[in-house]
């Protein structure tokens, strides 16, 4: 018989060509951050990345856990972050706590990376709005403009990624490692 | 130009698959089974197989090849930088495969490394396989990179390091003991929706460079995604990858090396084979056999066996390669 053999461009096992559909495996697990806010992944103690064009982005670890006080003092220097027009840089100065709570919500829209796809493939905003990306994949990814208006580097699992749109459009993205994940942003 | 199928001696997972589809447990098997020690020996474009045992009591003598004969090993998806649990300790298993490479007779007369040295390109990361590799027995590595390699700067860090003496986008091609290698770019050019492509500018190389040859002349073509359509749902495929096939067809003996998909795939079309090859990081599933490619977490005690290198071997005036697959455990 034949086993593990090509099979046009089919895999090689025989065994598993015959079987269709496919049995999924268990699902992987997901990255560390999972159902974690996105506000906690601007603690200070983090690495932050340079990024091209005044996005940002974000490493999860370990000690991210354990800094529960400073990611919550962080939480609202991003809500302040995505209220404030123009590109997201670490060179921003903090405004009072206050004023950034009543925006976070209406201008903090997230795309999640689960199973090699952006999720929702596409969200509308208006213009100013900030978009975060979340990393929830067992996988590295990128977000990176089809246009080369941004591109953030490799994002590992719990990595979260950030950027401004300014200006009315539609603007198409993917993942620079996995091509075949797409995504767009309209902006309205 | 026809299919011919690989056709495996023997196996060990059962003739059908269990009612309701394959399991885990059986797509595990397969990949267990690709990892164990099989020679096959390219002669005329045909293969034929031998297990390691029998590819040994043919050599010569050990460690004494004839002369002309060589060897060389294939090293692929190193992925330093890689911290998941598909894999805790990359730079672990890559001392065992150096281990491995270190313990062959004849020792390999170069190393080609088909791509994905480091995961994210993180500073230092090269720095850190070029020291690792240092404790390789043999004359010199060759390398081709991954997409994990360029997609940070379009290849320039890659190309500073790897890409003296070598053409375009790191394109290369050297002869040794009458074989010509060849060394293909497939990974720079990704677009949305796109999948591994070489470009007209590396294809008119590349029918350049195959011009001068004989017929006869045995080919070795080594690039990081495969040249052919392993699984295009999962980008696993190089879009233009047919044309460089078509600049090939002429010759009697073309090896074509591939990584990228992390697990060992072979196919025989006319007189070209195709062969995939384990990571030393981490495996990835089978085709299809997941919703998504990506790192694969096996059991802690199978993880070595999906992962491995390729020891192949040349024997002169039979222009017949040997590829031996050598998991780790």
Redesign the interface.
């Known amino acids: 018989m034949r086993l593990c053999l090509a099979q046009g461009s089919r895999p090689l096992c025989d065994a598993l060509a015959r079987v269709s559909p496919w049995t999924p495996l268990p699902p992987r697990r997901r990255g560390r951050a999972a159902g974690r806010p996105s506000t906690l992944t601007l603690g200070p103690g983090h690495p932050r990345r340079a990024c091209p064009h005044g996005a940002t982005v974000h490493g999860a670890g370990r000690r991210q856990r354990r800094r529960w006080g400073a990611a919550l003092a962080a939480g609202v220097l991003l809500t302040w972050l995505v209220s404030v027009p123009g590109p997201i840089t670490a060179q921003d100065t903090p405004p009072p706590p206050e004023a950034a709570a009543t925006t976070a919500a209406a201008t903090a829209p997230q795309v999640t990376v689960a199973q090699a796809m952006f999720g929702p493939a596409t969200v509308t905003i208006r213009a100013g709005t900030t978009v975060t990306w979340v990393n929830n994949d067992g996988d590295l990814h990128t977000v990176t403009s089809s246009q080369g208006l941004f591109a953030s580097p490799g994002l590992d699992p719990g990595d979260t990624f950030a950027y401004r749109f300014s200006a009315a459009g539609t603007y198409p993205y993917f993942c620079a490692l996995h091509p075949h994940m797409k995504g767009t942003i309209v902006v309205q | 130009m026809t299919?011919d199928?690989?056709?495996?001696p023997h196996?060990h997972?059962?003739?059908?698959?269990p009612a309701?589809?394959?399991?885990?447990r059986?797509?595990l098997a397969?990949m267990a089974?690709?990892g164990t020690g099989l020679v096959w020996t390219l002669a005329g474009g045909l293969l034929s197989s031998q297990t390691l045992g029998q590819a040994a009591a043919a050599q010569p003598a050990a460690g004494q090849p004839a002369r002309g004969d060589f060897a060389f090993v294939q090293i692929s998806d190193t992925h330093i930088g890689?911290?998941?649990?598909?894999n805790p300790d990359v730079i672990a298993t890559l001392h065992l495969a150096i281990a491995k490479i270190n313990a062959l007779q004849p020792a390999p007369a170069f190393l080609l490394h088909t791509g994905d040295l480091t995961?994210?390109?993180?500073a230092g990361s090269f720095d850190t396989l070029a020291e690792i590799l240092k404790s390789v027995n043999t004359s010199q590595v060759f390398y081709v990179p991954g997409?994990?390699d360029v997609?940070?700067d379009g290849g320039t860090e890659f190309l500073t390091r790897y890409g003296h003496g070598t053409t375009g986008n790191g394109w290369q091609s050297f002869d040794y003991q009458g074989v010509h290698f060849i060394g293909l770019v497939n990974v720079l050019n990704?677009?949305?929706?796109?999948?591994g492509s070489l470009g007209p500018d590396q294809l008119g190389w590349l029918k350049n460079d195959v011009a001068r040859l004989s017929s006869s002349t045995p080919l070795v073509v080594f690039t990081h995604i495969p040249l052919?359509?392993?699984?295009?749902?999962?980008?696993w495929?190089t879009e233009d990858g047919e044309q460089a096939l078509g600049l090939l067809k002429r010759f009697g003996s073309v090896t074509v090396l591939n990584g990228h998909i992390h697990q060992?795939?072979?196919?025989?079309e006319g007189q070209i084979t195709?062969h995939t090859a384990m990571s030393t990081a981490f495996p990835q599933?089978?085709?299809?056999?997941?919703?998504?490619?990506?790192?694969?977490?096996v059991p802690a005690e199978q993880l070595h066996q999906v992962l491995g290198i390729r020891d192949v071997r040349y024997v002169q005036g039979q222009h017949a390669l040997a590829l031996i697959e050598a998991p780790l455990g």
């Open positions: 299919d199928t690989i056709r495996a196996d997972i059962h003739d059908e698959p309701g589809g394959l399991t885990r059986h797509a397969c089974w690709a890689f911290k998941g649990e598909a995961h994210s390109q993180k997409e994990h997609f940070l990704f677009k949305a929706a796109g999948l052919w359509a392993v699984y295009p749902t999962w980008g495929v060992i795939l072979q196919k025989v195709f599933p089978a085709p299809g056999a997941a919703s998504s490619p990506g790192p694969l977490k």
